[in-house]
T-cell receptor
Framework: DTGVSQDPRHKITKRGQNVTFRCDPI?????LYWYRQTLGQGPEFLTY????????KSRLLSDRFSAERPKGSFSTLEIQRTEQGDSAMYLC?????????????FGEGSRLTVL | KNEVEQSPQNLTAQEGEFITINCSYS?????LHWLQQHPGGGIVSLFM???GKKKHGRLIATINIQEKHSSLHITASHPRDSAVYIC????????????FGSGTQLTVLP
């Protein structure tokens, strides 16, 4: 098991461009989470999938943000028309089991810099 | 008001010292995670606990559900323990997400 992997690890883009991040969770994990983390702060919840269903979205997830998990395996997080305030680390995590149980496994994160 | 408060925010210790990081939260929880984050971003789950105490190597985590408080202890600290330690309660009312503290930056000097 290779753990949770995220790609790309770093992305630098100009304001207004679209970016897409990919997360490959641990294969048997049915629950997948996206978080955003800015410098000096803890992660903030963005969205959550159980299998392919997106069950919850944070108010932080504006209409420029969209996430998918089409086959219940990997997930993508797309940010359209990026703004400088989108610069952050985007973290993906996965776990198995019931809603509030199961150890959470994080990826290394995708760091976005919007110029 | 933050739902999760960690203290201290920053901690510098000498190698070998006993370290304690505290976490207080205001919501009812089903479990609480302690996470470790190294420079570069990767987060590792250290503990998930819902009662009592857990130990893994030099790390010990305790939780008091009634007092809504948890502590992470590091015995015989080492420079490689330098990282950000994050407390993340799993609220009972929110079946799907964690609430994260802002983290404690620990630096262990040789």
């Amino acid at each position: 098991d290779t753990g949770v992997s995220q790609d790309p690890r770093h992305k630098i883009t100009k304001r207004g461009q679209n970016v897409t991040f990919r997360c490959d969770p641990i294969s048997e994990h049915n629950r997948l989470y996206w978080y955003r983390q800015t410098l000096g702060q803890g992660p903030e919840f963005l969205t959550y999938f159980q299998n392919e269903a997106q069950l919850e979205k944070s108010r932080l997830l504006s209409d420029r943000f969209s996430a998918e998990r089409p086959k219940g395996s990997f997930s993508t997080l797309e940010i359209q028309r990026t703004e400088q305030g989108d610069s952050a680390m985007y973290l993906c995590a996965s776990r198995s089991g019931l809603a509030n149980t199961g150890e959470l496994f994080f990826g290394e994160g995708s760091r976005l810099t919007v110029l | 008001k933050n739902e999760v408060e960690q203290s201290p925010q920053n901690l510098t210790a000498q190698e070998g010292e006993f370290i304690t990081i505290n976490c207080s939260y205001s919501v009812g929880i089903s479990a609480l995670h302690w996470l470790q984050q190294h420079p570069g971003g990767g987060i590792v789950s250290l503990f998930m606990l819902s009662s009592g105490k857990k130990k893994h190597g030099r790390l010990i985590a305790t939780i008091n559900i009634q007092e809504k408080h948890s502590s992470l202890h590091i015995t015989a600290s080492h420079p490689r323990d330098s990282a950000v330690y994050i407390c993340a309660p799993n609220p009972t009312g929110s079946a799907r997400q964690l609430t994260f503290g802002s983290g404690t930056q620990l630096t262990v000097l040789p």
